[in-house]
């Protein structure tokens, strides 16, 4: 489980944003994932009270995470699909192929948008 690590990364990073801005309440911290990255969304918000721990700026933080949706594209035919598409033609839905695919979102793991006083 990664997750923590990620979780402190995230802390660091708001923390890093709060001193330059010199905020001294984080009211929400809004995260995008990506529908198939490694990161499972209710571990993060498992560990984000060991991250806020003992400290002020997070006190009252909301955690809200935000699922982007897995998309592909075919090499092949140039068509881009959703994860569900995939794996119902398991491969692409318009030539069936199943290699030469590519990753276009769905990986992602990121700040969106922190909401401070
Ligand atoms: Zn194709």
Not at 18 to 29: H, S, V, Y
Not at 49 to 74: D, S, V
Request: glycine letters at 6%; hydrophobic letters at 40%; a negative charge.
């Amino acid at each position: 489980m990664h997750e923590l690590g990620i979780v402190l990364s995230i802390a660091d990073k708001v923390m890093e944003v709060a001193r330059a801005n010199q905020l001294t309440e984080i009211k929400a911290i809004t995260m995008q994932i990506g529908e198939i990255s490694s990161v499972i969304p209710e571990y993060l918000e498992k560990c984000f009270p060991a991250a806020a721990e003992r400290n002020p700026l997070f006190e009252n933080t909301e955690l809200k995470i935000e699922i982007l949706p897995a998309r592909y594209l075919c090499h092949v035919c140039g068509e881009s699909f959703s994860l569900g598409e995939f794996e119902e033609a398991k491969g692409c839905p318009s030539c069936k192929e199943n290699q030469l695919l590519e990753l276009l979102t769905g990986r992602e793991c990121f700040i969106k948008n922190i909401e401070a006083w």
